[in-house]
Structures are given as structure tokens and as C-alpha cells.
């Protein structure tokens, strides 16, 4: 599957939409993305892993530094659409305590804070 990448304003926040395997070869134009919206000011961010099948480490140290950068500025970040094979990463390195998950974006939304 071909990694893509989506950026859309939602209501308060913005919703970074992934598509194909986060790993070394991908996960730096996520970095990146993610990046350049917390820079252009969001404050909350929701990045959709539904298209997302596999996560390496470098996967999650991108939504780990992004947490931290959002939070730094006072800001949030949600999961949404985490399928299995990812939340067994989220959850063995125990990063789901940290970030919240939910099921769909829908949901991320409503339950972040307003910016």
C-alpha cells in the first residue's frame, strides 16, 4: 500500500489522515506534517490511523514527539482509528496511557478540549 498523507481543518483542530506502513522510510514526512501543523498554530490535533496497518518505533516517536510539542504549547493530541496491529505497539510500550485512543475521528473531536 501506497503511504499518503492528508491535512484537513475539523471544527477547532486539525485532523492529519494516514494511509500505508509507518516506518523508517515514512514516518519522517509524518514528522514533518505533524510539524508544520503545530507550528501553523493547532492546537488540536487528531491523526487518523485507520489506513494505517503497521507501526515501527519511529512511528511512535514521531506521535510521541508530537504530543510533547502540542503540549508544550497547550495543546492536544488525539489517536482515532487505531486498528489492532498498531494498538498492540501503543499499548505494549504503554504510549496509550499517555494519548488518548478512540475509534473514529468523530470522537477524538468531541472529546478534545476546545482550543
Known amino acids: 500500500m501506497e503511504f499518503t498523507l492528508s491535512t484537513r481543518r475539523e471544527g477547532a483542530g486539525t485532523v492529519v489522515e494516514v494511509a500505508g506502513d509507518l516506518d523508517m522510510s515514512t514516518t519522517p514526512r509524518l514528522r514533518e506534517r505533524l510539524r508544520e501543523v503545530v507550528e501553523g498554530g493547532?492546537?488540536?490535533?487528531?491523526?487518523?490511523?485507520?489506513?494505517?496497518?503497521?507501526?515501527?518505533?519511529?512511528?511512535?516517536?514521531?506521535?510521541?514527539v508530537a504530543y510533547r510539542e502540542l503540549r508544550e504549547r497547550d495543546g492536544w493530541l488525539g489517536l482515532a482509528g487505531v486498528r489492532r496491529s498498531v494498538r498492540t505497539v501503543l499499548s505494549i510500550t504503554s504510549?496509550?496511557?499517555?494519548?488518548?485512543i478512540f475509534d473514529t475521528v468523530r470522537d477524538a473531536e468531541a472529546a478534545a478540549p476546545v482550543a
Open 42 to 64: 493547532t492546537r488540536v490535533v487528531v491523526v487518523d490511523l485507520t489506513g494505517v496497518g503497521f507501526m515501527d518505533s519511529s512511528g511512535l516517536g514521531a506521535l510521541v
Open 95 to 100: 504510549v496509550d496511557q499517555v494519548i488518548a
